[in-house]
């Protein structure tokens, strides 16, 4: 079994986790907080290195990165677990894996080289860490990524934000960009819903932009959590400070695993923080799980020209040139190879 990285042993065969913010001290023989990264005599060891769960190939729209190669194919890995316990969860089904290591969980043992030799097999334009948290295979995730970028593949991650910053800056020279998932502005909500502390996600996304990765955000709207004006206000807020060319994805909540008798977030609650978003002064902003909605597409922020129609996943006139500027009046687009699939 692989050795993890990042972490320190400590005395009496405990050793320290530094991969994300919860920072768990594992004694010998136990497990962190995402069950997957174990304490195997005093060396840390994540047990489903090459194990993965699931895998295929998306759009690059479904992860949402709208802003980064639209256009493009996916592939897509994860492995089970997560760092978080969100009640909520729209893929509870791997990520909330609690039992240790077991054979039949995941599938069978596919190496950084193959999920290379898959991505090119399939013209994928990127290699895409998601489903799960990618910050608890962070080495599966890691060499890949090397490996890929070698074969002038990208990468990206899909993630809740909480790796620290020396994980972010060890995937650094291969990570071109990440969607974060900012679940709430209140620190009593991540604290007792997600079993994190909001500070550190807003760090995580901060300082990935100041490092030059390309991020989006998504919000899922859950009724009745953080669907009060002022919070979304806070949200747009803070994603503005970030940077305004930062897309802000709200996306529709439907009930999922432990939270079923929360109703899907209505239609004016969704239409209200696209306001509240374009009030704030964020360039972009998009819907998600509305099928059919003009705000899937992608428009100037200089003239309010349509550049990018969408339905769903599927793209559909791609209008912006070359340069990644608006037809119309020359603005620049902000994003990773804006003018189509590469």
Wanted: glycine share 8%; hydrophobic share 35%; charged share 25%.
């Amino acid at each position: 079994m692989k050795e993890a990285m990042l972490y320190s042993k400590e005395d009496g065969g405990r050793v320290r986790c530094r991969l994300c913010r919860h920072g768990c001290a594992i004694d010998e023989g136990k497990y962190g907080i995402c069950q997957v990264r174990y304490n195997d005599g005093g060396t840390l060891r994540p047990i489903f290195y090459a194990k993965p769960i699931a895998m295929g190939v998306d759009p690059i729209e479904k992860k949402p990165l709208y802003h980064y190669k639209p256009g493009s194919q996916a592939f897509s890995i994860a492995t089970p677990g997560c760092n978080f316990r969100c009640d909520f969860c729209q893929n509870w089904e791997i990520s909330q894996y609690r039992h240790g290591p077991s054979p039949e969980v995941a599938m069978k043992e596919v190496t950084p080289e193959g999920i290379v030799a898959n991505a090119k097999a399939h013209r994928c334009a990127s290699i895409s860490y998601t489903y799960t948290e990618p910050t608890i295979f962070f080495e599966y995730a890691y060499d890949t990524a090397k490996l890929a970028k070698a074969e002038y593949l990208g990468n990206n991650f899909v993630t809740n934000g909480y790796m620290t910053r020396e994980a972010i800056d060890t995937i650094r020279p291969y990570l071109d960009a990440a969607n974060v998932d900012l679940k709430a502005f209140r620190k009593d909500t991540y604290r007792k819903v997600m079993k994190a502390q909001l500070d550190g996600v807003c760090d995580s996304i901060g300082y990935m932009r100041k490092l030059g990765i390309w991020v989006e955000v998504t919000t899922l709207i859950v009724p009745g959590m953080n669907d009060d004006p002022a919070e979304l206000r806070d949200i747009a807020s803070f994603i503005v400070g970030v940077g305004r060319e930062v897309p802000w994805h709200i996306s529709r909540f439907t009930p999922r695993y432990e939270r079923t008798e929360a109703p899907p977030t209505p239609m004016d609650t969704m239409k209200l923080a696209y306001d509240i978003g374009k009030e704030a002064g964020l360039r972009y902003i998009y819907m998600g799980n509305v099928m059919g909605d003009p705000s899937e597409n992608t428009y100037c922020y200089g003239c309010g020209e349509l550049l990018i129609e969408r339905e769903g996943f599927v793209m559909g006139e791609n209008s912006i040139t070359h340069k990644s500027c608006c037809p119309k009046c020359n603005s620049k687009i902000d994003g990773i190879d804006m003018a189509g699939a590469v």
